[in-house]
């Protein structure tokens, strides 16, 4: 191959390289330098682009967890205590980003009687009484399945199921984004752009083959990776209709909160096919 060949395909893969590194770091705090051919490194993401790669993102972004988990598990430190300090690592590694989109959702789909003051609260920083319980609950669901988990796989199985749930809990937090449009004009989920439905099932075909292969390796049961990838969607579609019907549109906080639902959601399905 000539150089004049080699040039489009190196522009490609720069793109790709791009797009995750924008991915990472509006979805965490992981500190990525600046890569040698980024124009903008530290603006808004165009979410046209960075959706079909967001699970490669997740991947790196639930690394550091999942090496939290497999390690305090050997270290003997016992299955609830690893997974409380594993969500407690992943809830800095990103910001608290999802928790606050699931907070602010419950809060306005709960506590607003119009379109309107739905979204008022939600733009709200206060944390009410449903986000707060909203919060709580995602805690306890998400420590305690990745617990149970622990207790029936080996520490490098569960270390693993923290990675393909990143995936799959992020890709479902697209579909609001892409199947209804920007509540308002004005927030984030509107200068961030708005993935297409081809953008969807790339990032969902990514998914798929992030988390079958990895899901073999940790040897899950087939049935296990296939209801944590329809538990995945069935959230984003839930909430999706949900916010169409209460806002008209979805926001960041939606998205964020579709993260929550299906992370949980993930967990839960897997459980259901891992035996005691």
């Given at each position: ?10 522009a ?9 590194a ?23 993401p165009d ?8 699970p ?20 003997g ?40 003051r ?24 998400r ?31 697209l ?29 969902t ?65 897997l459980?259901?096919a891992?035996?005691?």
């Open positions: 191959m000539d150089r004049n060949q080699r040039r489009p395909a190196e490609a893969w720069q793109r790709v390289y791009s797009d995750v924008k991915g990472v770091r509006f979805y965490s705090r992981i500190p990525l330098p600046a890569l040698p051919f980024e124009a903008d490194p530290h603006g808004l979410f046209r682009a960075v959706a079909p790669v967001l490669l993102a997740a991947v790196v972004i639930a690394v550091l967890p999942a090496l939290v988990l497999a390690a305090t598990l050997r270290l430190l016992g299955a609830w205590l690893s997974a409380a300090l594993t969500v407690a690592v992943l809830t800095l590694v990103t910001g608290a980003f999802h928790e606050v989109g699931l907070a602010d959702t419950a809060d306005g789909f709960g506590g607003g009687g119009t379109r309107e739905r979204l008022e609260i939600m733009r709200d920083s206060l944390i009410g009484s449903f986000g707060a319980s909203a919060l709580v609950l995602a805690f306890f669901l420590i305690g399945g990745l617990a149970t988990l622990a207790e029936r796989l080996a520490p490098v199985q569960a270390a693993l199921v923290v990675v393909i749930v990143a995936a799959l809990s992020r890709t479902a937090g579909i609001p984004m892409t199947l209804l449009p920007p509540a308002r004009m004005d927030g984030a989920a509107y200068a961030v752009g708005q993935p297409s439905r081809r953008s969807l099932l790339a990032a075909a990514l998914t798929t083959a992030i988390a079958v292969p990895l899901g073999l390796i940790a040897r899950l049961p087939l049935s296990g990776i296939t209801l944590m990838l329809a538990s995945s969607a069935l959230a984003g579609l839930i909430l999706t209709r949900l916010s169409h019907r209460l806002i008209g549109g979805h926001t960041g906080d939606v998205a964020g909160a579709v993260q929550q639902i299906a992370e949980v959601g993930g967990l839960v399905a459980l259901l891992v035996e005691p």
